[in-house]
């Protein structure tokens, strides 16, 4: 373990230290579980002359007579460690997103010119699918890991090809899965995300452009064939100020596992088309709870059960309270308002070398979970 001086052998990291006093750490795992085991002693059966074996059952019998009385001293112990990545505890921590929409954004499926959508309480709203924000922020997670040289340099996304590859901190939380059948082996994913759903109706909060393909001379003429080229195309984008409520959940965190996560909330483009296009969300963490098992809230539920927040004039500061108020009806830890803000101020302060030791805790932690698991052989 390295920690912000370099050195080694630091017990805690930056993560650790600035949760512990800004957030506690009841709901975050910290350190591998020691189990104990009772191994049975080896029982030797003297035989004298040449005396009849004793029959299978014989055996057994005599064997569990002898484990029996064996005295206290002569049985044994093991001692076995589970990872902090392996141990399965009842925590959970629900981290709650605003996406403010800041740019033109696709949210597309099957229809190229089609938004998806649903019908809430007689509403058409917008739907962006879990996944829709989960594979940009995997993305985002994996070049972070990059950055601080935890992940394999041979690691592809989507298509990993050895176990090794997968004993890397962004594998660990998102998921992973080994696609060569000769090294087969699947990480399920430690954060969990539901899909976001508009607070207003789709028809006020879209438009649709056409669009054409010009030819390096700015016009559609063909000059082989001698006419114009077909190649209009429509597509519907939603417009800048779509609210979109969120919500993360991370399975029995790590201090460290936190600030990665908050680090992925970091990317801003979404959607289709950002090969060719800039940032077109803002993410605001607006309440972070600690808890056994996640509240019922999602981004749907705020949407069908507050149906007041459409006709909103500050829909921005409504939006915020009554996902802080949900969440506060609930049991567990909640982090909002001032104390919120001045966490998130001094996670931003950490700096370079808080942040390498940080992601050499998270990669050490990720080997350990893979060794466990019985994947790097």
Known sequence: MTDNTGNTGLATTPAHTLIEKTFGLEYFTTEPKIIEQTVKPK???????????????????????????????????????????????????????????????????????????????????????????????????????????????????????????????????????????????????????????????????????????????????????KKFRQSLFSTEYILPGTLFPSFIV????????????????????????TSITGPNIKNTIVAILGCQNEPPVTSYTITKNHPELQESKDLRADVIKTIIQDLSGTNGKLLSGKPLEDFLVEANKLDGNSMKAIYAKLKQDAVDLCKYAGFEK
């Open 43 to 225: 029982i030797s059966k003297k035989k004298k002359g040449k005396a009849a074996p004793d029959s299978q059952e014989q055996s057994a019998l005599g064997e569990k007579a002898a484990a029996e009385v064996a005295s206290p001293a002569e049985k044994k112990t093991e001692s076995k460690e589970v990872p902090v990545f392996g141990q399965n505890n009842a925590k959970r921590l629900v981290i709650a997103v605003l996406r403010e929409v800041i740019a033109p954004f696709i949210d597309r499926s099957e229809d190229p010119e089609e938004t998806i959508s649903i019908r809430v309480n007689g509403r058409e709203i917008i739907e962006v699918p879990a996944r829709k924000m989960k594979s940009k922020e995997k993305l985002a997670g994996l070049r972070l890991c990059r950055a601080y040289g935890v992940v394999d340099a041979s690691y592809e996304y989507n298509a990993v090809k050895t176990q090794a590859e997968i004993a890397n901190p962004n594998s660990v939380l998102f998921g992973d899965s080994v696609v060569e059948q000769s090294e087969t082996a699947m990480l399920p994913s430690r954060v969990k995300y539901s899909s976001s759903y508009s607070l207003r109706e789709r028809v006020k909060l879209t438009t649709k452009l056409t669009h054409n393909a010009l030819s390096e001379q700015g016009t559609m003429w063909n000059r082989e064939e």
């Open 250 to 273: 991370i399975d029995d965190p790590t201090p460290e596992s936190l600030v990665h996560i908050l680090m992925c909330l970091r990317e801003t483009r979404y959607g289709a088309q």
